[in-house]
Protein backbone atom coordinates (compact mmCIF):
# COMPACT_ATOMS: atom_id res chain seq x y z
CA UNK A 1 0.00 0.00 0.00
CA UNK A 2 1.37 3.38 -0.62
CA UNK A 3 -0.02 6.35 0.96
CA UNK A 4 -0.27 10.20 -0.51
CA UNK A 5 -1.12 12.66 1.82
CA UNK A 6 -1.93 16.23 0.82
CA UNK A 7 -4.20 19.30 1.95
CA UNK A 8 -1.81 20.83 4.33
CA UNK A 9 -0.98 24.58 4.83
CA UNK A 10 -0.65 27.77 6.50
CA UNK A 11 -4.18 28.75 8.20
CA UNK A 12 -5.24 31.40 11.14
CA UNK A 13 -5.86 30.65 14.21
CA UNK A 14 -9.69 29.39 14.08
CA UNK A 15 -9.18 28.51 10.54
CA UNK A 16 -10.07 24.96 9.02
CA UNK A 17 -8.38 22.67 6.92
CA UNK A 18 -9.05 19.22 5.04
CA UNK A 19 -6.24 16.65 4.76
CA UNK A 20 -6.83 13.75 2.52
CA UNK A 21 -4.72 10.72 2.04
CA UNK A 22 -5.01 8.75 -0.92
CA UNK A 23 -4.26 4.72 -0.94
CA UNK A 24 -3.05 2.37 -3.78
CA UNK A 25 -3.92 -1.14 -3.76
CA UNK A 26 -7.21 -3.09 -3.47
CA UNK A 27 -7.18 -4.11 0.02
CA UNK A 28 -7.80 -0.82 1.16
CA UNK A 29 -10.72 -2.15 2.77
CA UNK A 30 -8.60 -4.23 4.77
CA UNK A 31 -6.77 -1.26 6.87
CA UNK A 32 -7.41 0.73 9.25
CA UNK A 33 -6.22 3.97 8.56
CA UNK A 34 -5.28 6.77 11.05
CA UNK A 35 -3.57 9.91 10.96
CA UNK A 36 -1.05 11.17 12.77
CA UNK A 37 1.34 14.53 13.76
CA UNK A 38 4.90 15.52 14.72
CA UNK A 39 5.59 18.90 15.89
CA UNK A 40 9.38 19.56 15.78
CA UNK A 41 10.67 18.44 19.01
CA UNK A 42 8.80 15.91 19.81
CA UNK A 43 7.45 12.58 19.35
CA UNK A 44 5.09 11.47 16.91
CA UNK A 45 1.48 11.50 18.14
CA UNK A 46 -1.68 9.65 17.01
CA UNK A 47 -4.74 12.18 16.27
CA UNK A 48 -7.48 10.14 14.97
CA UNK A 49 -8.42 6.52 13.70
CA UNK A 50 -10.77 5.09 11.57
CA UNK A 51 -11.20 1.17 13.09
CA UNK A 52 -12.02 -1.58 10.44
CA UNK A 53 -13.30 -3.58 12.94
CA UNK A 54 -16.95 -1.77 13.42
CA UNK A 55 -16.33 1.46 11.56
CA UNK A 56 -15.88 3.57 14.88
CA UNK A 57 -13.34 6.63 14.86
CA UNK A 58 -11.07 7.47 18.32
CA UNK A 59 -9.32 10.66 18.57
CA UNK A 60 -6.51 12.19 20.15
CA UNK A 61 -8.17 14.14 23.66
CA UNK A 62 -6.40 16.85 22.34
CA UNK A 63 -8.31 16.90 19.00
CA UNK A 64 -11.47 16.04 20.28
CA UNK A 65 -14.66 17.36 19.07
CA UNK A 66 -12.68 19.99 16.72
CA UNK A 67 -11.47 16.84 14.19
CA UNK A 68 -13.18 14.51 12.34
CA UNK A 69 -11.78 11.71 10.29
CA UNK A 70 -13.39 9.88 7.47
CA UNK A 71 -12.98 7.11 5.02
CA UNK A 72 -14.65 6.82 1.40
CA UNK A 73 -13.49 2.98 0.46
CA UNK A 74 -14.55 3.70 -3.14
CA UNK A 75 -12.03 5.78 -3.74
CA UNK A 76 -9.41 4.70 -1.30
CA UNK A 77 -9.25 7.77 0.40
CA UNK A 78 -9.23 9.02 4.23
CA UNK A 79 -9.62 12.31 5.34
CA UNK A 80 -9.23 14.41 8.18
CA UNK A 81 -11.15 17.47 8.35
CA UNK A 82 -9.60 19.67 10.99
CA UNK A 83 -11.85 22.92 12.74
CA UNK A 84 -11.60 25.41 15.29
CA UNK A 85 -7.40 24.97 14.56
CA UNK A 86 -5.00 26.44 17.17
CA UNK A 87 -1.35 27.44 16.73
CA UNK A 88 -0.71 24.06 19.34
CA UNK A 89 -1.61 22.27 15.93
CA UNK A 90 1.14 23.18 13.76
CA UNK A 91 2.62 19.87 12.61
CA UNK A 92 3.76 17.46 10.15
CA UNK A 93 0.71 15.30 9.56
CA UNK A 94 0.92 11.70 8.40
CA UNK A 95 -1.94 9.14 7.47
CA UNK A 96 -1.05 5.53 8.29
CA UNK A 97 -2.14 2.31 7.39
CA UNK A 98 -2.52 -1.06 9.36
CA UNK A 99 -3.46 -4.07 8.40
CA UNK A 100 -6.04 -5.33 10.81
CA UNK A 101 -7.32 -4.06 14.45
CA UNK A 102 -5.55 -3.54 17.71
CA UNK A 103 -8.26 -1.46 19.85
CA UNK A 104 -6.85 0.72 22.19
CA UNK A 105 -3.53 0.77 21.21
CA UNK A 106 -3.93 2.52 18.00
CA UNK A 107 -2.58 5.30 18.42
CA UNK A 108 0.82 3.23 18.95
CA UNK A 109 2.73 4.65 15.66
CA UNK A 110 4.83 1.23 15.88
CA UNK A 111 1.69 -0.84 15.08
CA UNK A 112 1.19 0.76 11.20
CA UNK A 113 2.67 -0.79 8.25
CA UNK A 114 2.60 1.70 5.97
CA UNK A 115 2.78 5.51 6.13
CA UNK A 116 2.50 8.71 3.64
CA UNK A 117 4.95 11.29 3.05
CA UNK A 118 3.60 13.85 5.61
CA UNK A 119 1.37 17.36 4.65
CA UNK A 120 2.85 20.63 7.10
CA UNK A 121 0.37 21.87 8.85
CA UNK A 122 1.33 25.47 9.85
CA UNK A 123 -1.20 27.24 12.26
CA UNK A 124 -0.32 31.26 12.42
CA UNK A 125 -1.59 32.80 16.02
Known amino acids: VQLQASGGGLVQAGGALRLSCAASGRTFRSYTMAWFRQAPGKEREGVSC????????YYADSVNGRFTISRDNAANTVYLQMNSLYPEDTAVYYC???????????????????WGQGTLVTVSS
Open 50 to 57: FSISDGST
Open 96 to 114: AAMLGWYGSAWYNPSLYDY
